[in-house]
């Protein structure tokens, strides 16, 4: 019988998360899901069963998730993957965004994730083995969109500790892998996983401009399907050397290009100027 893993996948109520522990638990993995409330899970999922661990967690409380951590080995016997995929888009410019909503969506978005590694870890590090799937977005790859800049800044910071989380665990054998979704037809857009900030300015054209495409236009006609993404992760939790980038979608793969080549272009610009700075160096 083949030996299947066990997932702990947070944010498991709808989006990605949901459609991710729908496929795992249809190919038979037994898998701790979580959500702000459990009845989400059950309403979505199913009672729980031999298989399948609802878990009502508080992302932000630490006790929460370590009970949460304690309670999957408890009925598993151990964590082979944890997906960080809780997390909410919010909209609204930088001078319009008040510092509570922004901390709001860094605590959820960024901290919640911190405190999941946090409880796993020693887990993962004494088995020396393991997967840690933290999904940011291709908008924490490139953020030059207007009116999403918190948002942004959190998924920046998604990749960011998942490059030296990556680093840091190597040694135990445990892989970490930053994953950044293009557009998947999930609900993400919908009122109910948007944070709108009230106090508008209507100056900022562009930035209402995207808001209404992103609501109006983009959501529900998004070419990403869920369902696919889901069947990529299983697969790359299979890989003895996953990536540590993961791009999930074409329109993911040309918004990074284009960045990419942003970038160098600035860099070769600039070069001469900007790397003559050292001590050593003529100007």
């Known amino acids: 019988m083949e030996n299947k893993k066990i997932w702990f996948v947070t944010g498991a109520s709808k989006g990605l998360g949901l459609t991710l522990v729908k496929r795992l638990l249809s190919e038979s993995y037994q898998v701790a899901a979580t959500s702000r409330t459990v009845d989400a899970l059950i309403n979505e999922l199913g009672e729980p069963s031999a298989n399948f661990l609802p878990l009502e967690v508080d992302l932000v409380n630490e006790e929460s998730v370590k009970k949460a951590i304690e309670t999957t080995v408890e009925k598993f016997g151990t ?13 609204g410019t930088l001078e319009e965004i008040s510092d509570k909503i922004a901390r709001q969506n860094f605590d959820i978005n960024v901290f919640g ?8 870890m020693p887990y993962l590090r004494v088995k020396r083995s393991g997967y840690i799937f933290n999904i940011s977005s291709i908008g924490g ?12 800044s959190t998924k920046f910071a998604v990749a960011g500790f998942t490059e030296a989380l990556s680093a840091e665990i190597k040694s ?8 950044y979704p293009g557009y998947f037809r999930t609900s993400f857009l919908s009122q109910d996983s948007l944070g709108i900030t009230e106090s508008a300015i209507p100056e900022y054209a562009d930035a209402k401009a995207s808001q209404d495409a992103h609501q109006n236009d983009i959501n529900g006609n998004q070419q990403g399907d869920p369902e ?18 993961l791009f999930l979608g074409q329109d993911a793969y040309d918004a990074a290009k284009v960045k990419i ?20 160096v003529e100007v």
């Open 79 to 91: 964590i082979d993957v944890v997906v960080n995929n809780a997390g909410y888009g919010q909209v």
């Open 113 to 120: 994730s911190l405190n999941v590694i946090r409880y796993a």
């Open 141 to 152: 790859f490139t953020g030059n969109f207007a009116g999403w800049g918190i948002y942004a």
């Open 172 to 179: 135990f054998g445990v892989h970490a892998t930053v994953v």
């Open 228 to 245: 696919k993404a889901s069947a990529v992760l299983i697969k790359v939790a299979l890989e003895a050397n996953p990536p540590l980038h």
């Open 261 to 280: 080549e942003a970038v160098e272009k600035d860099m070769e610009n600039w070069q001469e100027l900007a790397a003559a700075t050292g001590f050593d």
